[in-house]
T-cell receptor, first 115, second 112 residues
Framework: GAVVSQHPSRVICKSGTSVKIECRSLDFQATTMFWYRQFPKQSLMLMATSNEGSKATYEQGVEKDKFLINHASLTLSTLTVTSAHPEDSSFYIC???????????FGSGTRLTVV | DAKTTQPPSMDCAEGRAANLPCNHSTISGNEYVYWYRQIHSQGPQYIIHGLKNNETNEMASLIITEDRKSSTLILPHATLRDTAVYYCIVRVPIQGAQKLVFGQGTRLTINP
């Protein structure tokens, strides 16, 4: 079946630095990828939708200059958390749509801790 | 905002059928219902989806009411590994894309 790989699975960074998270579709081309974040004991919150070769579309309240999304190829999307602060500590999850059918495959998530 | 309402938690005995309800009274005619589950600190796992007909796969069955305002996910023989948060999601078109907007989900606990 379709597989989405997300790296790193865990990252700890210092406040003020930037962190890049990668999301790859391993065996299919994903024209659309989605980025979510999840705080403890809460549901997933959609942050943005990225389409290959075009600018990402951000959900209301999500700062596009803080959460930079690049979808340069049909198999890779990246999320960069810029100038990270402790309140950005969260579980970030990507998802990709499959070209055939109605499937959405999720990555295994990245736990970001900003200290 | 999510278009679904689910009970926050449910319990089920191991080996019994787990029936998870979901209300989506504002669903539109062409919007699909998806079910995913999430085990702690992992990405959501696809279970099943449907439009208006009942669906069954190796994991579960999805029963959608005729008016499509509610649905039930059935895990026929629950095991301890089915303990997870189950999300019922209505896929919605937003700004040209079909998006999965998660609600709060149901925390299902399977008891031995």
């Amino acid at each position: 079946g379709a597989v989405v790989s997300q790296h790193p699975s865990r990252v700890i960074c210092k406040s003020g630095t930037s962190v890049k998270i990668e999301c790859r579709s391993l065996d299919f081309q994903a024209t659309t990828m989605f980025w979510y974040r999840q705080f403890p004991k809460q549901s997933l919150m959609l942050m943005a939708t990225s389409n290959e070769g075009s600018k990402a579309t951000y959900e209301q309240g999500v700062e596009k200059d803080k959460f930079l999304i690049n979808h340069a190829s049909l198999t890779l999307s990246t999320l960069t958390v810029t100038s990270a602060h402790p309140e950005d500590s969260s579980f970030y999850i990507c998802s990709a749509t499959q070209p055939i059918g109605d499937g959405y495959t999720f990555g295994s998530g990245t736990r970001l801790t900003v200290v | 905002d999510a278009k679904t309402t689910q009970p926050p938690s449910m319990d089920c005995a191991e080996g019994r059928a787990a029936n998870l309800p979901c209300n989506h009274s504002t669903i539109s005619g062409n919007e699909y219902v998806y079910w995913y589950r999430q085990i702690h600190s992992q990405g959501p796992q696809y279970i099943i989806h449907g439009l208006k007909n009942n669906e069954t796969n190796e994991m579960a069955s999805l029963i959608i009411t005729e008016d499509r305002k509610s649905s039930t996910l059935i895990l026929p023989h629950a095991t301890l590994r089915d303990t997870a948060v189950y999300y019922c999601i209505v896929r919605v078109p937003i700004q040209g894309a079909q998006k999965l907007v998660f609600g709060q989900g149901t925390r299902l606990t399977i008891n031995p």
